[in-house]
Structure formats: C-alpha cells, structure tokens
C-alpha cells in the first residue's frame, strides 16, 4: 500500500506557471506507474499525465501537452507536474495517484488507479 500527498496548488494568473509534487509514502514506490487527474467544479475527473515505473515514458492529455510535464525521483519517492503556460480552463483539484502495474500500458481512467492523494487546488485567473 501507498499512501500520496499532494502539494504545490495555488492561485496563478494565467500565463504562469506552477509545480506540483507528490509525496508517496512505502518503499515500494519504483512499482507503481503514476498518474495526475484533475476535477472542476461540476465536471468528472480527468486525466492529465502518467509516468511509468521507472520514469521512461509518459503521457499526456491533449489539452496540456507542450505545457505540462510529469517527472519523478524514485529516489525520493515523489512524482512532480510541471505545469506552464496556464490557462483559466486549468483550474481544478489536482490528484496524484498510484497504479500498480508498473506502467507498462500508461493508464488513463480514474478507475484503473489504485491509490489516490486528497487533492491540491490550482486557481488561475484571467
């Protein structure tokens, strides 16, 4: 088991940018793929990168790809978003979690992640 603490939210005015990370608690951390979703107010939880166990490959949705970057330290157990370019359409509770299939398909639904953080508020304005 794994557990995940998101932090790094906040208020941004759009154009600028934000890092997120996630601490990941248990020394097995360098077995779980990990993923970012995000959920705005009134809409369902969305994808929005993953990272595989070891680091070397990733996904993204869409609607941040050129902006946003997932990493991670297996090393210190964290998994961070680099998040630039940020529009009003990003603001969202932010959601790290764990899968434990290694990430050797990069997941994208909610449902096929098996630990969850509680969430860091990312606000920006217009």
């Known amino acids: 088991q794994v557990q995940l603490v998101e932090s790094g939210g906040g208020l941004v005015q759009a154009g600028g940018s934000l890092r997120l990370s996630c601490a990941a608690s248990?020394?097995?951390?360098?077995?779980?793929?990990m993923g970012w979703f995000r959920q705005a107010p009134g809409k369902e939880r969305e994808f929005v990168a993953a990272?595989?166990?070891?680091?070397?490959?990733?996904n993204y949705a869409d609607s941040v790809k050129g902006r946003f970057t997932i990493s991670r330290d297996n090393a210190k157990n964290t998994v961070n978003l680099q998040m630039n370019s940020l529009k009003p359409e990003d603001t969202a509770v932010y959601y790290c979690?764990?899968?434990?299939?290694?990430?050797?398909?990069?997941?994208?639904?909610?449902?096929?992640?098996?630990?969850w953080g509680q969430g860091t508020q990312v606000t920006v304005s217009s």
């Open positions: 979690a764990a899968d434990r299939t290694l990430g050797l398909v990069l997941r994208r639904s909610p449902d096929e992640y098996d630990y």
């Open positions: 248990g020394r097995t951390f360098n077995i779980y793929a």
């Open positions: 990272i595989n166990n070891s680091g070397g490959r990733t």
